[in-house]
């Protein structure tokens, strides 16, 4: 079945990059010319993606503002001719990139809590998840190699990368077993291993494709590690269950 769904959370209040996000959404930190977010933007639609919620929160609408269109920016550059008819339709293309909606994660409970609210959208279709904060630059989109790899397997997938044993205790740490190339079958995860908790050194990090029943796991899902309402918990059900399918993504993250 064809990804044509994603939701991208972009609700987190960017502590970990303080001061720079007092006033700035990180989403919208710029990386050369362009915001971090419409990076992420621009690989889901390469990957086949239609349709986009972005879910975000009080103070965060200049994302909004950025996907929108700007009649008093475009007839300012119109009026500038030929020197700027590139930047005008720039601008303009922004705005056409894919179908994008937005709604309001109004207390941050975790990454979990943020897919959640994404369950009138998603309906009963499997979707992708791009994180907010994390840009993967790459000749094949990261999210598009996820999306072959559940047309192919017919099974929940999760991009994945080896990180270091100092870094392991940030992230997930997957129970991982080489299937082919570089597709491993994923029976188990931990959110933020202790020391000796470790599968792997296989974390998820930034992308995965879910199936709709994941909001049905995540409805009765315990709050976990730091009172917030964890996704790798809900997804743990779903590998140890029927099995996950990791993809060890190319790219640069």
């Not at 080896?162 to 205790?169: A, D, G, L, N």
């Not at 908790?197 to 029943?213: A, K, M, T, W």
């Amino acid at each position: 079945m064809k990804i044509k769904r994603a939701i991208i959370p972009a609700a987190g209040l960017g502590t970990r990059v303080l001061p720079a996000t007092k006033a700035m959404p990180k989403e919208m930190l710029p990386i050369v010319d362009k915001p971090a977010i419409q990076y992420i933007v621009e690989e889901a639609v390469k990957s086949g993606i239609t349709d986009i919620l972005i879910i975000i929160s009080r103070g965060k609408s200049i994302i909004e503002d950025h996907f929108d269109r700007l009649p008093e920016l475009e007839a300012k550059l119109e009026a500038g001719g030929e020197s700027k008819k590139e930047l005008l339709n720039e601008v303009i293309e922004i705005a056409k990139l894919a179908n994008i909606t937005y709604i309001r994660q109004q207390e941050q409970k975790g990454l979990g809590h943020a897919v959640l609210q994404a369950k009138s959208f998603v309906g009963n279709e499997p979707f992708a998840v791009l994180y907010g904060d994390d840009v993967i630059i790459g000749d094949d989109p990261c999210t598009a190699q996820l999306c072959r790899a559940y047309e192919k397997h017919g099974k929940g997938v999760v991009g994945i990368k080896e990180v270091s044993s100092e870094q392991i205790h940030r992230y997930s740490s997957m129970k991982a077993s080489h299937m082919d190339g570089n597709i491993y079958k994923i029976s188990d995860m931990i959110e933020k291993p202790a020391t000796g908790q470790e599968f792997s050194l296989f974390s998820i990090l930034g992308r995965c494709v879910l199936p709709p029943e994941i909001f049905e796991i995540l409805e009765r899902t315990p709050y976990g590690f730091g009172n917030e309402l964890q996704l790798t918990d809900a997804m743990r059900e779903i590998a140890i269950k029927e099995g996950l399918v990791g993809v060890d993504f190319t790219g640069k993250r």
